[in-house]
Each structure stands twice: as structure tokens, then as C-alpha cells.
């Protein structure tokens, strides 16, 4: 059955959307697979004891990609209002995600010489782990978050947030009451929006004539080397390239002129840019030097893309002749830690309590619940310092 299929003959739930078959970005029509990865539940929708008994919805995890543009996508199965307004992700239980924010915070005042006229703007702001930062250090900020219960943590510890899907139309509300970005942060959020022409025309918008964008996203050239498909879930939309992600920037009159690789979920890209007319900021020789690199190694070819799925059946194939041969060896398997996207990896792979016993998380709002589709139990970390044995492998980054 095609994803449309899905959509069409059965009565679908509330917030299903009609399968996309143009590009989000170029619209052009999108005919190539680049990873098929089955049915898999909504990877944060944790289950309550009850809840295991119920129904669960399963949408499909098919991601495709532009022979236009080369943009690697997902269509839009799910609307957003039905992923962000109540999340259970909280960036502050990740004490390597907080140190992530606080040297970037360092960073971002000397480089911009930031003080306290500015104003600081992150969209998606989470629950102010970030903006916390630039609030000790006096220089004024506001934070735009979509799901209230989040955006309440950052409120409680005095960060200006507003609850809000950022685009367009919020965008000019911001700049119809006097507000410019001087730094204007996306971390892990280019991603995650399905109307990404909207997202950066906004960005365009709010952003100060001499301001400066920041964002962050995993740098699809490690996804693919990496083979981390259990990095692709439902709310992850799209997927980047260095070469698509100035493509789209520039579409919006915005120039990118830097670039750093980093560590953080499993290697990603930090892209500066700025207004095109604007030329107060230098252009780094490590665009140039990126852009070559993701050019040699094929990412403006098709085939470079194509060949992936492959690559991921063959990975499924033996992570199972590894549980199997463990599990006939009479060991006892548990997990350690239950971020969204392991659970890309347990469903595809078919893992549930009849290879891992159970796995803990630090997020207390986990706890007590039961991971989405494969219900294995969640419990506190202290749980497994008793009885582990193998633990499953750890996913970076969360
Ligand atoms: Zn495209």
C-alpha cells in the first residue's frame, strides 16, 4: 500500500494530511525514494499503562528526495499542531545539550559584539535553555515556542516567550511592533518546519538589517556516511544538505558566510547568514571549502541518494543477528535512555519486549510510560544500575 493509498481508503485520524507529492522547497514533483523505513507511530507520543490497550496510529516513515534540488524530505503525514503543542522533549534534561547552548551564548556575544540594546530571538526556543544564557548576561531576548507546556518552563524562569508557529505572518506581527532580530537562532528547528519557504521568508523579515541568522541541523553528509537513519522521524521534515541549505537561504535574499561542523546529534552544521545586501560580515573560506567537499563526494547527483536504502535494510539485518544471537545465549537485554528517535530504529527493526527488557530515561515525564509502538517499559536510570547486562547502544545528542 502507497502512502497515498494510506490516506485515501482508510478514515484517517485527526490531523492526517494528503500525502505531498511536490518539494517543499522547489515544487518540484517528488518521484525518488531515498529511504522506505514502514509504518512507524508518532516517536514521542509515549503511552500510559492504559493507553497500550488502545489503538495506536501508525504513519509511514517514507522519505524521499528532490531530483531538482536534492532536498532529502518527508512529506507532511502529520500536522504540526498535532507534534508540538504538548511535547515531552525538554532540552534542560540534556546537561550536553545546556554546556552546547552556554558556549554558544559566549561565542555569539564577542562575535557579535552583542549588549544590552540588542535583541536576541530564538525560534523554537524550548524551554529557555539557551535563551537563559544571554538573560544573565543583560542582553535582552524573546523566545518563540509552539508548545505551551515548554514555553511555561521558560516564562517560569523570567524568559519572554511567545506561543506561537513561527512563519511569515508572526514574523511581520514581531516587526509591526518594533522588534528586529540582531541574532536570529533556529537550533534543530529548520527541520522540523513543513513550510520551509515560510519559515525562512520570516526569518528574512524579523531579522535587523546588519542582524545575524544562526542555525543548527544535523548535517545530512554525516546522516548518510553515518548510515543513522534512526535519526529520521515524523517530525523531522526535511533533511540538509550544506549545498540545499544556501540554495534555500538564497531564494529569501539571505547569504550564508560561514560554516562549522560539529559533534551535536551525530554531526551537524552551525550556518551563519545574513541579509544579501548587507556585506559588514566577511565571507569564510570554509563555505567554499564544504561546498566542494558535499560536490565531490556526489551530493548533486541522484544515485548518491538512491543508494541508501539499501544500505539501511542491510543494517536492520544484522543489529537482528546480533539481538538473536544474544538472546540465544540466554542474556537478559536493556536500553539506557528513550529519546524520540531510538524509536525510529526499535520499530523498523521490529524490537520490542522479546529482545529489550526495558530501558530508562533521565526525563521524569517519561517515566512509568511505554515507548510508541513497540511498548517497552520506561523506567528511572537507577533501575538499571542493578541488573544491566548489554546495554542497547546509546543515540548521541539528546
Ligand atoms: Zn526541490
Redesign the pocket.
Known amino acids: 500500500m502507497t502512502a497515498n493509498e494510506t490516506t485515501d481508503q482508510l478514515s484517517a485520524p485527526k490531523g492526517t494530511i494528503q500525502h505531498s507529492l511536490a ?1 517543499r ?2 515544487k ?1 514533483p517528488l518521484s525518488y525514494t531515498f529511504v522506505d523505513l514502514g509504518m512507524s507511530p508518532l516517536c514521542e507520543s509515549f503511552l500510559s499503562a492504559a493507553q497500550i490497550n488502545q489503538m495506536e496510529a501508525f504513519f509511514p516513515l517514507h522519505v524521499q528526495v ?1 531530483a ?2 536534492f ?1 532529502v524530505q518527508l512529506p507532511e503525514y502529520v500536522a504540526p499542531s498535532d507534534i508540538f503543542t504538548e511535547y515531552a522533549y525538554f532540552s534542560s534534561y540534556s546537561d550536553s545539550w545546556v554546556a552546547h547552548a552556554k558556549r554558544y551564548a559566549e561565542m555569539a556575544q564577542a562575535r557579535f559584539g552583542l549588549t544590552r540594546s540588542s535583541l536576541v530571538v530564538e525560534l523554537a526556543s524550548n524551554d529557555g535553555y539557551l535563551l537563559q544564557h544571554f538573560v544573565h548576561a543583560h542582553i535582552p531576548v524573546l523566545g518563540i515556542e509552539p508548545a505551551a507546556n515548554v514555553a511555561a518552563a521558560a516564562v517560569e524562569k523570567n524568559i519572554p516567550t511567545l506561543v506561537r508557529f513561527f512563519g511569515v505572518d508572526s514574523a511581520r506581527d514581531l516587526v509591526s511592533q518594533g522588534k528586529r532580530a540582531d541574532v536570529l537562532i533556529g537550533n534543530n528547528v529548520l527541520a522540523q518546519v513543513p513550510d520551509i519557504n515560510d519559515f525562512v521568508g520570516g526569518m528574512k523579515i524579523l531579522l535587523a538589517p546588519h542582524g545575524v541568522i544562526t542555525v543548527e541541523f544535523p548535517h545530512l553528509m554525516r546522516l548518510i556516511e553515518g548510515n543513522q537513519f534512526d535519526t529520521i522521524y515524523h517530525e523531522h521534515f526535511s533533511y540538509f544538505s550544506f549545498l540545499t541549505t544556501q540554495r534555500i537561504f538564497a531564494a529569501h535574499g539571505l547569504h550564508v558566510f560561514d560554516v562549522e561542523e560539529l559533534s551535536t546529534h551525530g554531526g551537524s552544521l552551525r550556518v551563519y547568514a545574513r541579509h544579501v545586501e548587507d556585506t559588514s560580515q566577511p565571507e569564510s573560506p570554509r563555505v567554499a571549502a564544504l561546498s566542494t567537499r558535499e560536490e565531490s563526494a556526489g551530493y548533486t547527483r541522484l544515485e548518491t541518494y538512491r543508494s541508501f536504502d539499501e544500505r539501511v535494510k542491510e543494517t536492520k539485518r544484522r543489529i537482528l543477528d546480533f539481538l538473536i544471537a544474544a538472546k540465544r545465549q540466554g542474556k537478559s537485554i536493556v536500553g539506557y535512555g528513550a529519546p524520540g528517535k531510538g524509536n525510529t530504529l526499535l520499530n523498523y527493526c521490529g524490537i520490542r519486549c522479546d529482545f529489550l527488557d526495558y530501558t530508562v530515561d533521565r526525563n521524569p515525564y517519561k517515566h512509568g510510560k511505554f515507548l510508541p509502538g513497540t511498548h517497552i517499559p520506561v523506567f528511572a536510570p537507577t533501575r538499571s544500575r542493578r541488573r544491566a547486562r548489554i546495554s542497547s547502544s546509546s543515540y548521541p545528542g539528546t
Open positions: 518539494c522547497f522547489c518540484a528532490c531538482t534540488c532536498l
